[in-house]
């Protein structure tokens, strides 16, 4: 009988951290449309999908500049950023580059989890209700965690160290054996050290998401 799971194995994820020290790669830019999902145009590129780009000195369309957009599809001279409404912005005018966001990747994890949080309860009973009467607010991402093998010069948690004492946001990616990219930004909130007899020494990251988690499939 033919297996109907469509399970996953989690062997082969890859786990990434930005590296925010590193000087972005930039390509000129050409165009940008006013869409649910900007489309951001080229002479040409090698983007690919998953790339978080940044976006500096465009005219026009100045709301871009400063944003983090996540590359969710593309074609030989255009991406499609996945987190990027543009739709009310102003109409792009000319010039500007997209700089290509850096990543530093770990082979030391070997379990993550996670990605678990939970929107508040609002209570909207009034005294004329006959029952509790509750709304959502916004959804909560949570955070994530990922077991390591604990290696002091390993560049992922040497950035990862970085990141916590400047308590500054970072990207982070997952790319899963099935090519589905997990995309996210947080907050580094503690990095373990353990050991043990008979054992290896292990750590444990600690990150606070930030915003929403993006899933896209890559090539």
């Known amino acids: 009988m ?4 469509r399970a996953v194995s ?8 930005e590296a925010a020290s590193a000087t972005p790669v930039t390509t000129v830019i050409t165009g940008i449309s006013k869409a649910a999902k900007a489309v951001v145009t080229f002479a040409s590129h090698t983007y690919v999908v998953g790339d978080v780009l940044s976006f500096a000195a465009i005219v026009g369309m100045t709301e871009m500049n400063g944003l983090d957009g996540i590359v969710g599809a593309k074609t030989a001279t255009t991406v499609t950023l996945e987190n990027i409404d543009s739709t009310l912005f102003t109409t792009y005018g000319s010039a500007g580059t997209a700089g290509l966001v850096q990543f530093i990747e770990t082979c030391q994890h070997k379990s993550y989890s996670g ?10 009973t009034t005294l004329c209700s006959t029952a509790k009467e509750k709304n959502l607010g916004l959804q909560d991402f949570g955070g994530m965690s990922a077991d390591l093998h604990y290696v002091e010069d390993d560049a992922f948690q040497v ?9 500054l946001p970072r990207w982070f990616k997952l790319v899963k054996k099935n090519k589905y990219i997990k995309i996210f930004e947080g907050y580094v909130r503690s990095l373990s050290d353990s050991g043990a007899v ?15 988690v993006y899933e896209v499939l890559g090539a």
Do not use: P
């Not at 033919?2 to 799971?5: D, I, R």
């Open 2 to 5: 033919a297996t109907k799971s």
């Open 10 to 17: 989690s062997q082969g994820t890859h786990f990434y951290i």
């Open 115 to 124: 990605f678990d949080g939970q929107a508040s309860e609002i209570d909207s």
């Open 159 to 167: 950035e990862a160290k970085v990141a916590k004492r400047e308590a």
């Open 198 to 212: 008979d054992g290896t020494n292990a750590g444990t990251l600690a990150v606070t998401i930030t915003g929403e």
